[in-house]
């Protein structure tokens, strides 16, 4: 029998995309296999996320983690040891349990994460099967489309640009492989048009070229001219998807766009999405509405009912926001980041309860990212069928896609 009793639990500070400290988590069982996490930190933040614990005070910024370091070494370490690491929940649970506050701002979500998937890597190694299949059993067998963020703005860049994130779907793909070429391909072309009209191809945080543009719509240009320059038919080989991070924009008496001032109510905004919609082959947006506007996300799907609406600030991968999003109607997907949650359990009770409710399900990266992986063989294990974790630039994005690559190979 293998012995999978917690022997150690241990924690460091390391740094992430950004140059920010975050934590890495090592779980260690009584048979010798290990479980390594880190975690990842959001830019543009929804307010009802798992609380992310720093240090504040001078030393890098207020930004440091080493009190979330100390509660992985001190607290959790003593709570875990000898509990059996494949008991997920149980193992979520003392943490929750051990933490007591309601959005873990005692431990730190940063803490009980890289705590929480370090467990289940280690339980994987003791068994010798890969994440994906540890998580997902036999069942886990779909390879999900990435939603490639190539063109960066509002929150995640210092240009021009209010939407956050501009993204290419190589629908048209057959293969987890053939939307990497596609996407690679599109990405190089859209490098190409911005060195021809002498824009700078510099990156945002996550991999995407954040040029300053006259406006969002010329970036939705620039992306269809990219598509098709690289020998695809915009919307029926690649399509686009949006992330406006609409939470940033919201006012007392409606949003208005930080960058280029440009007010709206919130009719007025589902209007602006109506003609971006009609006129460029867009597929999915994100977050096009605040947090609180659960009235116009309810509106804006019913109005654009061919499109995916998807709640990220306003689920936060979270049951009980999802709960009542889906009674009131409001999105029809949903963004899981696991830090918003705290714990892997959390992350996979939502994406559960998203898709008994029909709800479209997309795994997704953070803005300040790490080396880790843990999202790729998420997807994967939960049949997701979306990704989202940056262009296909910047190795923290990149060892995603490759180890998804990876994983494709291996379930040939």
């Not at 996407?183 to 911005?194: C, I």
């Amino acid at each position: 029998m293998i012995e999978t009793l917690i022997a150690e639990v241990r924690a460091r500070q390391i740094f992430d995309s950004r140059g920010i400290p975050t934590v890495s988590a090592d779980v260690e069982l009584a048979c010798g296999a290990k479980g390594t996490a880190a975690v990842p930190s959001g830019a543009s933040t929804g307010k009802y996320e798992a609380h992310e614990l720093r240090d504040s005070g001078d030393q890098f910024g207020g930004k440091g983690v080493l009190k979330a370091v100390a509660n992985v070494n001190g607290e959790i370490a003593e709570a875990l040891r000898g509990k059996r690491a494949e008991r997920q929940r149980e193992i979520d649970s003392i943490m929750i349990a051990l933490d007591g506050s309601e959005n873990k701002s005692h431990l730190g979500a940063n803490a009980i994460l890289a705590v929480s998937l370090a467990c289940a890597k280690a339980a994987a190694n003791a068994y010798g099967v890969p994440l994906y299949r540890y998580l997902g059993g036999i069942n886990g067998t779909v390879m999900p489309m990435p939603m490639m963020n190539i063109l960066n703005g509002g929150a995640h860049a210092s240009n021009n640009m209010d939407i956050q994130e501009f993204m290419i779907v190589p629908k048209g793909a057959r293969s987890f492989f053939e939307t990497m070429s596609i996407g690679t391909s599109v990405y190089a072309s859209l490098s190409k048009l911005l060195r021809d009209r002498r824009l700078p191809t510099a990156v945002g945080d996550e991999g995407g070229f954040a040029p300053d543009l006259s406006s969002d719509e010329e970036a939705l240009e620039l992306l269809c001219d990219a598509i098709a320059a690289a020998g695809y038919r915009p919307g029926t080989d690649v399509s686009i998807a949006l992330d406006a991070a609409a939470s940033e924009w919201a006012q007392v008496d409606g949003y208005r766009m930080p960058k280029s001032g440009r007010g709206f109510s919130s009719a007025q905004l589902i209007e602006y999405y109506e003609k971006l919609v009609s006129s460029y082959p867009i597929i999915s947006i994100e977050d096009p509405l605040g947090e609180e506007d659960l009235e116009g996300f309810t509106e804006i799907t019913k109005r654009l009912s061919g499109i995916q609406i998807v709640g990220d600030d306003l689920f936060v991968t979270n049951c009980a926001r999802l709960m009542n999003g889906i009674s009131q109607k409001s999105a029809n997907a949903i963004l899981i980041k696991p830090n918003q949650a705290g714990t892997l359990t959390e992350t996979l009770d939502t994406i559960r309860l998203a898709q008994r409710s029909g709800y479209g399900v997309i795994v997704s990266h953070r803005s300040g990212e790490t080396e880790d992986t843990t999202i790729a063989d998420l997807a994967v294990a939960v049949n997701a069928g979306q990704i989202k974790t940056g262009a296909p630039a910047r190795s923290e994005r990149v060892a995603k896609y490759n180890r998804l690559l990876k994983i494709e190979e291996e379930m040939k």
